[in-house]
Structure formats: structure tokens, C-alpha cells
């Protein structure tokens, strides 16, 4: 019973310290654990020195004093420490994880056999003699040999404890290295995705509202340069601002502004638009661009050449960290030829890949696609990021 509760205590304790370490430094820089860790030689020897202790406390309440059991488990720990590295460093790799049962078990007798002989002669031959309990006769090692019995009461459990605690440690320290890769990975496939689905926007813009102020100085007309300071200001927004994983929502709609104001040049007084705001705090945060696609999408497919009076409303509302946007725009009746698929990817599924990646659980976005019309509403838990 002193044992059981020693281990759990052991493991308990190595737990505990696990969750402080990486409590004080969850950056992504690497933390205090992570350091310790490293140092393999530093933490094998720590924890040796926790077993020896661990050893010798328990055995302080069967075998007389705590001194007895620390230098008697000085001698039995080449065996211990032995066995307990051939399990987890070559057994374990070598046949459970490759799901070779039978050989392991043989193996396990095999080496299990030896390494208790081996403590058995290190007690009879220098753990007894220096404590002055008994001493060898000759023929002694033979008859270590065949006590098997012995060797079982005496010394089976000593060396798979130690075993088997360095190994559950190992194997925990595995687990948790690749569910820290794991989601390492997740996250930066995440970014990545995002990252790519916000460069989607870029190329479309740009190519239109490039033609646009070519137009424009072609005429020589006055609206080429704040053209000019409008699509500065959105790359810049673009590609240094986007980068953080939220900004305040002021900002968007400024960035939705320029991007209107330059798509309306370009369709000019046919164009029938409304663009109406209620944001109750400018700050509060939102992701970045998602509301540009919105915006993006309805001009892309809704004042097309192919309508003749073509229409655009946008409702963008904030109250209480709820946003609530209603994007509506007529379409022609029979769609464009896109024979290169280019719209296809960069719209609506653009808009729900980054409503899923960066807001699961906390939107709901619903699409209406009738004849004549498209309208898209909108609705994000903002306080959920």
C-alpha cells in the first residue's frame, strides 16, 4: 500500500510540475519546461536521485533504518536503472510499438531474469558484506541462479517498478511532445490557410481599381490622385495592419469605404448604392477582411455589365459585440461565362473557409439566391474570438 501511494504521489508530483512550468510561459517561445527538458543528462540525473529516495523512504518501514535502505538501493540501482532503459529505450520502440506481443514477452522474461540475478549477486556479493550482515561461500552464484523464487519475492518488483515508472514517464513525455506538434502544426496551417485566402482578395482588387486610375490619367482628371492616396491606404492596411489577429472595427469600415469609393468610379452614376452604419463602439475588434469579402462579392457579382440598373445595399451594425451585416445586390439573369472558374473560389466559400477557421461555433451566415437577387446576412458572436 506504501508503495501504490508512493507512485501515485511520483507521478502526481511529475504531473503537477509539468502544468506550472508551461503555465508560466505559454509563448511561443520555448518554455522553462521545454528548456529543463533539453538538458537529458540534468533531468535523467534528477530523477534517479527521486527514485533513490523514493526507494529508500518506502523501504524505511520494513527494513530498520532509512540509511540501511538508501546504501542497500545504491547497490541495486545499476540493475534497476539497467533494466529500466533496455525497457523503454529498446524493448518498447522495438516490440509494442510495432505490435510484436510474443516477442516482447519473451524478451521481458529473458532480460527481467538477468537483471534480478544481477542485483541478487550485487546484494550477496557487496551490498551484504558492507553492511556486515552476511558474507558469500563459495558456490554461492550457482545457487542465486536457480532461486527463482527468490529472485521473484525478493527483487522482480524492485526492478520493474523502476522500469515501469521510467517508462509511463517516457511515454507521457512522448504524448505530450506530439500533441504540442500536433496542434503546433494545426495553428500554423490555420495561418496559413488564412493567409491564403486573404491574398485571394488582393490580385481582383488591385487589377480593377489599376484599370480604373489608368482611365483616370488618361483623362487627366482630378480624381487620379485621391484614387491614388485611397489605394495606398488600403495596401497598407492590407498587407501590415491584417497581419494581427484582430482590429478595431473602425478600421474596416474605412478600409470599406476606400474600396467602395474606388469600385464606384468604376460603374459610375448607373450604380444605385447605400452603405448604412451602426457601430456602437468604434474599437471593438473583429477579424480582419472578412467584411471585405462580403463587400467584394456583391460588387464582383452584382453590378455586372449584364445589369443594366444594377443595385447594392450594405448594412453593417455593431451592438453589444454582436455584428450583424446584410449585404444585398441584383444579378443578371443568366450568369457570365467563367471559363477559367476564376469567381468560383474566391467568394462565398472564401468567406465561410474563414468564418470557420477564426469564429467556429460563434456565426451564422445565411445566403438567399433568388431570381434577380443575392443577399448575404451575416451575424458573429465578436467577444467568442
Known amino acids: 500500500m506504501a508503495c501504490a501511494k508512493s507512485i501515485w504521489s511520483t507521478i502526481a508530483l511529475t504531473e503537477g510540475i509539468c502544468i506550472y512550468f508551461r503555465s508560466v510561459n ?9 528548456r529543463f527538458l533539453a538538458r537529458r543528462v540534468l533531468t535523467h540525473t534528477l530523477f534517479w ?11 524505511f518501514h520494513t527494513q530498520g533504518s532509512f540509511w540501511y535502505s538508501f546504501l542497500n538501493n545504491i547497490v541495486l540501482f545499476p540493475p534497476i536503472i539497467g533494466a529500466s532503459y533496455f525497457l523503454t529505450y529498446y524493448q518498447i520502440p522495438r516490440y509494442i510499438y510495432k505490435k510484436k506481443y510474443w516477442q516482447f514477452a519473451v524478451s521481458f522474461i529473458i532480460s527481467i531474469y538477468v537483471f534480478t540475478v544481477l542485483a541478487r549477486m550485487l546484494t550477496v556479493y ?7 550482515i552476511d558474507r558469500p561461500f563459495p558456490g554461492m552464484w550457482a545457487i542465486v541462479l536457480v532461486s527463482i523464487d527468490r529472485l521473484i519475492q525478493n527483487y522482480f518488483f524492485t526492478i520493474a517498478l523502476g522500469a515501469s515508472l521510467m517508462a509511463t514517464v517516457k511515454i507521457l513525455k512522448q504524448h505530450l511532445e506530439e500533441r504540442q506538434k500536433a496542434e503546433r502544426l494545426e495553428k500554423e496551417k490555420h495561418v496559413a490557410e488564412l493567409n491564403f485566402l486573404k491574398a485571394q482578395i488582393h490580385p481582383h482588387f488591385l487589377f480593377n481599381t489599376l484599370n480604373n486610375l489608368y482611365t483616370l490619367t488618361l483623362q487627366k482628371s482630378d480624381l487620379a490622385p485621391t484614387t491614388v492616396i485611397k489605394l495606398s491606404e488600403m495596401l497598407d492596411y492590407m498587407l501590415y495592419q491584417c497581419n494581427d489577429k484582430q482590429v478595431p472595427i473602425h478600421k474596416e469600415i474605412k478600409l470599406l469605404n476606400n474600396y467602395i469609393d474606388l469600385e464606384r468610379l468604376r460603374y459610375g452614376d448607373r450604380l ?15 477579424a480582419p477582411l472578412i467584411l471585405l469579402s462580403l463587400v467584394e462579392n456583391a460588387f464582383k457579382h452584382g453590378a455586372s455589365a449584364a445589369i443594366r440598373k444594377p443595385r447594392i445595399e450594405i448594412h453593417i451594425g455593431v451592438k ?17 461565362a467563367d471559363p477559367a472558374r476564376y469567381k468560383e473560389g474566391i467568394g462565398v466559400s472564401n ?14 451566415l445565411e445566403i438567399t439566391e433568388k431570381e434577380g437577387y443575392y443577399s448575404v446576412d451575416l451575424e458573429i458572436q465578436l467577444a467568442a474570438l
Open 351 to 364: 468567406i465561410k473557409r474563414q468564418l470557420e477557421l477564426i469564429y467556429p461555433g460563434a456565426y451564422s
Open 49 to 59: 536521485i527521486a527514485m533513490l529516495l523514493l526507494y529508500s523512504r518506502v523501504l
Open 320 to 336: 453589444d459585440n454582436v455584428l450583424k451585416a446584410r449585404v444585398f445586390n441584383t444579378k443578371p439573369e443568366k450568369v457570365q
Open 272 to 286: 444605385e448604392f447605400s452603405f448604412d452604419q451602426q457601430i456602437d463602439k468604434p474599437e471593438t475588434p473583429i
Open 26 to 34: 505559454s509563448s511561443n517561445t520555448p518554455s522553462l519546461l521545454d
Open 126 to 132: 557487496v551490498s551484504e558484506p558492507l553492511l556486515g
